[in-house]
T-cell receptor
Framework: GAGVSQSPSNKVTEKGKDVELRCDPI?????LYWYRQRLGQGLEFLIY????????KSGLPSDRFSAERTGESVSTLTIQRTQQEDSAVYLC?????????????FGPGTRLTVL | AQSVSQHNHHVILSEAASLELGCNYSYGGTVNLFWYVQYPGQHLQLLLK??????LVKGIKGFEAEFIKSKFSFNLRKPSVQWSDTAEYFCAVNGDNDMRFGAGTRLTVKP
């Protein structure tokens, strides 16, 4: 079946512009995560959504970052007034449920380059 | 809050050498444990996982990991590495409604 998809695959933008990244999780997966991977660094948790519960935003690095998810479908990660340090690969993952055994399925990522 | 530590940042081995990558976590409750691999230019893939039962779990491509509860560890092993194992390896822990990743270990295998 279809996996997690993300768009765009690559995004080059100018400093100060806003960008919107999209994630389509696997159908039926209730939990959705956003991560960031900067060059040479490990994964950095950003935010996760679990069903209709309030999202865990504890990983968002600043108020320029926000994310939305409608129900158990598409999620968008928005970065306002982008800075060069925002350059990274942004990964989305979904999982069927969080309580009990679960495996995260990752999308291919969006490579963001801020000039 | 739970955390995951991968002590080896960069490991360089020759082909056929044995591999062990360390992973320690801090969390007192029941956890699910994972190892993910990211090959150059590709996205993350699940290598293996532990939920319960036999603490020695076998994954794809000859990898295995052992869960030692008393040591809060979930080290990844492979008896004989290949050049194609060159990649970044991430340990992850899921417990208490959260998923945390280690910083990753870069493995370079010299032909």
């Amino acid at each position: 079946g279809a996996g997690v998809s993300q768009s765009p695959s690559n995004k080059v933008t100018e400093k100060g512009k806003d960008v919107e990244l999209r994630c389509d999780p696997i159908s039926g997966h209730t939990a959705l995560y956003w991560y960031r991977q900067r060059l040479g660094q490990g994964l950095e948790f950003l935010i996760y959504f679990q069903g209709n519960s309030a999202p865990d935003k504890s990983g968002l690095p600043s108020d320029r970052f926000s994310a939305e998810r409608t129900g158990e479908s598409v999620s968008t990660l928005t970065i306002q007034r982008t800075q060069q340090e925002d350059s990274a690969v942004y990964l989305c993952a979904s999982t069927a449920h969080l309580a009990g055994p679960n495996t995260q399925y990752f999308g291919p990522g969006t490579r963001l380059t801020v000039l | 809050a739970q955390s995951v530590s991968q002590h080896n940042h960069h490991v360089i081995l020759s082909e056929a050498a044995s591999l062990e990558l360390g992973c320690n976590y801090s969390y007192g409750g029941t956890v699910n444990l994972f190892w993910y691999v990211q090959y150059p230019g590709q996205h993350l893939q699940l290598l293996l996982k532990y939920f319960s039962g036999d603490p020695l779990v076998k994954g794809i491509k000859g990898f295995e990991a052992e869960f030692i509860k008393s040591k809060f560890s979930f080290n990844l092993r492979k008896p004989s590495v290949q050049w194609s194992d060159t990649a970044e390896y991430f340990c992850a822990v899921n417990g208490d409604n959260d998923m945390r990743f280690g910083a990753g270990t870069r493995l370079t295998v010299k032909p």
